[in-house]
């Protein structure tokens, strides 16, 4: 499967998902890694490693025209599956309609708990002795759609939003090559996403 990468920052889970298709028993390859800026570093990388990239300014563009010219720049691409890697921008409904059910997103919480930003400082607030990292399937609602696989991750108690930040981001980096190998695999089928998806058997 032909996977393209959206990401808006420095790009470490593209570079997991990078590194893990280069595996020869991976099922999916990066086809192009895009993003809404056209500096952020993480294309940096991929274009070190050869992989094709698209570089859009959603702040140029404005919402229509950047996700219009994405979406055509995907499909030429052959890209059939999208994965969002710290990509910062929520995604407009009809965009999404495009692609139903072919959008990954990580997540750095145990969702449904978490949604939106500054995730590790709501755990650390809340208590939470166990955090960690989500992937799911993208819908219009954000951080919302079903859950594919998840990874639990401890809280120290000397942790700050930073260290536990940079501890879920090594178990991001184990989780969703996995889960995106795992999901490429079914080839979208129907009744195993209907059936609310569970755990990936990882
Ligand atoms: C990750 O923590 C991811 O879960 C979140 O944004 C961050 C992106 O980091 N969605 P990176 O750009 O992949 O290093």
Request: net charge negative; aromatic share 6%; with cysteine.
């Amino acid at each position: 499967a032909k996977v393209a990468v959206l990401l808006s920052g420095r790009g470490s889970n593209m570079a997991a998902l990078l590194y893990a298709a280069k595996a020869a028993d991976c099922p999916f390859r990066i086809a192009l890694v895009s993003g809404d800026k056209p500096q952020a570093p993480g294309l940096l990388l991929a274009e070190a490693e050869g992989v094709p990239v698209l570089r859009l300014s959603a702040k140029e563009l404005g919402r229509e025209a950047f996700f219009g010219q994405l979406d055509d720049k995907l499909r030429e691409a052959g890209a059939d599956y999208i994965a969002l890697a710290g990509f910062m921008r929520i995604l407009p409904a009809d965009f999404v309609g495009k692609w139903t059910n072919r959008i990954l997103n990580i997540h750095p919480s145990l969702l449904p708990k978490y949604k939106g930003l500054d995730t590790h400082q709501k755990a650390l607030d809340a208590g939470d002795r166990v955090a960690g990292c989500s992937v799911h399937i993208v819908t219009p609602e954000l951080d919302d759609g079903p859950i594919l696989a998840q990874t639990e991750v401890a809280v120290l108690p000397d942790d700050s939003a930073e260290t536990l930040a940079a501890r879920v981001l090594i178990a991001e980096h184990q989780l969703y090559p996995r889960a995106l190998a795992g999901y490429v695999s079914r080839e979208l089928d129907p009744s195993w996403i209907e059936q609310k998806v569970g755990e990936l058997a990882l």
